[in-house]
């Protein structure tokens, strides 16, 4: 089963502290949806809003089309995994599994069956009379993402269930995640600080701060049009190029920037409506940056600059260059594995004029 | 050599100071088995007959019985309600809870003689007859603030996330504190429960001053006194002894030394 | 606005969790205790308790020697055991701690404490079969031909400190020990690496770290010394009364409940005087 979530409008506050401010969502039946953001941001207490250990200061949340603000967490149609999994510890797997089910009056032997099922989907029906103390950090994982999911519950909820797992582990199991979401279709909402774990999974991310949504879309689009300087930086590694708007027409705008004017498309501007003399910055990732003369598509010299250091990291050399015209600028651009950069290098800059994002300075 | 001195001087304190320990118990059991009216050297051969006076006594196996369920029912009351105090108190915000902690800690700190002498006055002024149930309502006073103590120190924050998740998986509160917490916080609770049975089951002031016509063992014991030094009190002394000791070794074999492997 | 949250409901579940040990405690414990303070006030005159406000009970024990001697009585009795228990004990818990092989050091600390299994009343008893006058100390003592004529030991302060020392080296054992085995090894190895002695680690590492728990177990011992009927009253004689003694008095010759209750207040207060004594050495928290 799955279902659609809104929020409205939802705010927490915690005596003087504001932990969620005025955040409104609508996620779609059947969606991976990841909360992506530092510590401190609001996903969790948004997640445990969702999941109804918290209700919110002001504000509503819908279910399925139903107003579940005031309805305790046993009575929603959504299941939390925790972080910690929360396993029960004196329970063999199978009564971990099969819990949910008999809270709901199913008899023993249907329940069993039902838990043995899950666990079968997660890959443990062969560990059903284990205890979780007999498993590993990852085994334990799946056992309460078995759990949650016995319950047959229209949405569930993640906090951050991946974050005591190594490196290596975590890249499988997300992978493992996304293919058992897709499998049952139930909605997930899922927790996390990590943008690649994130990327990795979410059919949409929320990007959060302070309170407040920054960001909301595809991963694609999070990354490559970010609609807030936050968001942008939290997404990865980025360049920020300040400047400030000259003139505005219908299809395009002029912005003055150390390196030069730049013509940009209207639709380079993702967050809001241009004015004259608006101070922006240009958010140009390290990948997208060119040596004019290579690139296909339109691109905008931004004149000659120097190599100051650089590294090798496999894929590509991350270098920092500094440009003549503007030395104060420090920029980080990637170069091909081909390039043969060397410090003190004088290269030719360029980018796609499709891969410029521009921003209004932001607030902070 | 000096390291030897000090051993055979350490060992020697420790034999000492068990000797001190044991002297009593060890002059009352073996005088249990006198044969002869008087508990005291010069011993005077092995007989049982005291240990068949203490099972003919009717008013001492009463006495036991009274003991024995006053102990269970005034420890699972205790335990309960400790139990019941330490859940709310460990897991919801309540206002005051600072102090609701300190007041359910406090009897600890008072003399079982001043409680019993509150609980007497208290009880003499409003008319009620004194029986095992007032003596049990002593004994759950001071109990259950051991309880509480115990069970309450032994909620750890980790076990927070998995009462939610049972909550999450629609348990009532009743069903998480039976199925989850309590089953968690089991060797606490037994251990909670044990103490609080050998307290009450030793316990003599309360016991003496809320009792009238039915009285616990160590009251009964008490007016056994009277007669002096007389063997039947060492065979009802050692049986007390002999019996808790081995319930202590079975409890120390199976409950404990299991509960403490996993 | 005053919609109902889920925090708000879930509050009145606890509180309904909390309330029966809460009433429980506040039912049988502190309105006993406040309605004996007010009777302390009281008197007693011809039989009848009056409610007459007045400090005369309160008075009388510090006019009336033989009942202010009781609390003397009580005190000096109570730290000569503690002070003796705590000294007798702390030995015997670090040669379980330190020189017991570990595997048997559970044994040895059960066997300390073994006789606490016995009643309450018998030990006491028990003590009596030892230093009456025909027990053993005194007939072993005549057989061997040391005495003539048997020694005075029951009866008498001597025989209730005995009697006390004996239940509270036990417990005194148990608390020290479970407090010297959470130190870490490491602490006696760095005052070792730094160039200590044994006794000088003892002294300035060991014993320090000891105290908290020394002076729980002591206070513990105070506040079950002070209150307790049951020793002095079977070993104690006649001649020495203590508080507890005194107030069983009251409550049973005289019924005088005003006068016991006064009493109690007084080993209360001596009571609390000793915690707020002890107080920052004492800390009882959750883990």
């Not at chain 1, 999941?51 to 603000?69: L, N």
């Not at chain 3, 055991?81 to 040895?108: D, H, M």
Request: charged content about 15%; overall charge positive; hydrophobic content about 50%.
């Amino acid at each position: 089963m799955t279902a659609a979530v809104s929020v409205h409008n939802a705010t927490k506050t915690f005596g003087a502290f504001t932990a969620l401010n005025d955040v409104s969502l609508d996620i779609k039946a059947g969606e991976f949806i990841v909360l992506l953001g530092p510590s401190g941001c609001g996903k969790t207490t948004l997640l445990s809003i969702l999941g109804g250990f918290q209700s919110p200061t002001r504000g509503k949340v819908m279910i399925g089309g139903k107003d579940m603000t005031s309805v305790p967490p046993a009575k929603r149609p959504t299941t939390t995994m925790f972080q910690d999994y929360a396993l029960f510890p004196h329970m063999k797997l199978r009564d971990n599994v099969g819990f949910g089910l008999r809270m709901r009056g199913v008899a023993r032997a249907q329940r069993d069956e039902k838990a043995l099922g899950f666990l079968d989907l997660v890959g443990l029906k062969s560990s059903a009379d284990k205890k979780p103390h007999e498993l590993s950090g990852g085994q334990r994982q799946r056992v309460a993402l078995a759990r949650a999911l016995a319950v047959d519950p229209d949405v569930l909820l993640l906090d951050e269930p991946l974050g005591a797992l190594d490196l290596k582990l975590r890249r499988q199991m997300q992978d493992e995640l996304k293919a058992i979401q897709k499998r049952v279709g139930t909605t997930f909402v899922h927790v996390t600080h990590d943008q690649e774990e994130a990327m990795a999974i979410a059919d949409r991310i929320v990007v959060m701060n302070q309170g407040r949504i920054e960001d909301f879309g595809p991963p694609a689009d999070i990354y490559m049009r970010p609609r807030s300087v936050f968001s942008a930086g939290f997404m990865g590694e980025v360049n920020f190029i300040p400047g400030q708007v000259k003139s505005v027409d219908a299809a395009s705008a002029l912005v003055e920037t150390a390196v030069g004017s730049i013509a940009l498309p209207i639709t380079s501007f993702t967050a809001s409506v241009l004015v004259s003399s608006q101070r922006v910055v240009l958010c140009i990732r390290p990948e997208h940056f060119r040596r004019a003369g290579e690139a296909d598509d339109p691109v905008v010299p931004l004149g000659e600059a120097k190599v100051t250091g650089s590294a090798f990291f496999g894929t590509h050399y991350r270098c920092h260059l500094k440009p003549a015209k503007a030395p104060d600028l420090s920029i980080v651009a990637h170069m091909p594995q081909s390039a043969a950069v060397a410090d003190g290098q004088i290269v030719p800059l360029a980018v796609s004029l499709a891969d410029i994002v521009a921003l209004p300075q932001s607030r902070n | 050599m000096r390291d030897m001195m000090t051993r055979i001087a350490s060992y020697a304190y420790a034999g000492l100071i068990y000797g001190f320990i044991f002297l009593p118990v060890a002059v009352l059991v073996l005088f249990s088995f006198q044969d002869g009216r008087l508990p005291v050297p010069p011993f005077n051969g092995f007989s049982l007959q005291w240990y068949e006076a203490v099972f003919a006594d009717r008013k001492l196996m009463a006495a036991l019985g009274n003991s024995f369920i006053v102990a269970i029912v005034s420890s699972l009351i205790a335990c309960l309600l400790g139990f019941l105090a330490a859940y709310a108190l460990a897991r919801y915000k309540l206002p005051g809870s600072a102090l609701q902690r300190g007041l359910l800690i406090a009897p600890m700190t008072v003399s079982y003689l001043i409680i019993a002498l509150g609980l007497l006055t208290v009880l003499n002024t409003f008319g009620i007859r004194l029986s095992l149930w007032t003596v049990g309502i002593g004994h759950v006073v001071i109990n259950l603030p051991l309880c509480f103590a115990i069970i309450y120190s032994s909620m750890g924050d980790h076990h927070i996330n998995i009462e939610r998740a049972a909550r999450d998986l629609s348990a009532s509160d009743i069903k998480v504190m039976v199925l989850v917490t309590a089953p968690m916080l089991m060797p606490s609770i037994l251990a909670a429960f044990f103490l609080s049975v050998t307290f009450s089951w030793d316990e003599f002031i309360i016991a003496f001053l809320l009792s009238r016509f039915d009285v616990t063992l160590p009251v009964e014991i008490w007016s056994l006194l009277r007669s002096g030094l007389n063997p039947k009190t060492n065979a009802i002394g050692s049986l007390v002894f002999l019996v808790s000791v081995a319930v202590l070794a079975v409890l120390e074999l199976t409950l404990f030394g299991r509960t403490k492997k996993s | 606005m005053s919609t109902i949250t889920l925090e708000d409901t879930e509050r009145r579940k606890a509180w309904g969790f909390v309330a029966p040990a809460l009433l429980w405690t506040i039912a049988f414990f502190v309105l006993p205790f406040l309605f004996m303070a007010a009777m302390s006030l009281w008197s007693r005159e011809s039989g009848q308790i009056v409610r007459a406000w007045n400090l005369d009970n309160y008075i009388a024990f510090f006019a009336k020697d033989s009942l202010f001697k009781g609390l003397m009585n009580s005190l000096e009795i109570t730290l000569i055991v503690t002070v003796l228990s705590v000294l007798l004990a702390y030995p015997l818990a670090w040669i379980i701690a330190e020189r017991v092989p570990k595997r048997f050091q559970r044994l040895a600390l059960i066997m300390a404490v073994l006789p606490f299994w016995t009643s309450y009343v018998v030990r006491s008893y028990s003590w009596l079969l030892v230093l009456s006058k025909n027990g053993v100390i005194n007939q072993t003592l005549m057989t061997l031909g040391v005495v003539a004529e048997p020694l005075e030991i029951a009866s008498n302060r001597t025989a209730t400190v005995i009697g006390f020392v004996h239940f509270f080296v036990m417990l005194l054992t148990l608390t020290i020990y479970a407090n010297l085995i959470q130190l870490s090894p490491n602490y006696r190895r760095a005052a070792a690496d730094l160039g200590a002695n044994g006794l000088q680690t003892f002294w300035h590492v060991i014993l320090p770290l000891t105290l908290p728990g020394i002076m729980t177990g002591a206070f513990l011992t105070f506040v079950l010394c002070i209150g307790d009927y049951v020793t002095p009253q079977i070993l104690g004689g006649n001649n020495e009364l203590v508080l507890p003694q005194i107030v069983m008095l009251q409550l049973g010759r005289r019924a005088d409940f005003p006068m016991a209750a006064a009493l109690s207040i007084i080993l209360m207060l001596a009571v609390t005087a000793a915690y707020v004594l002890c107080a920052r050495w004492l800390k009882i928290e959750r883990a």
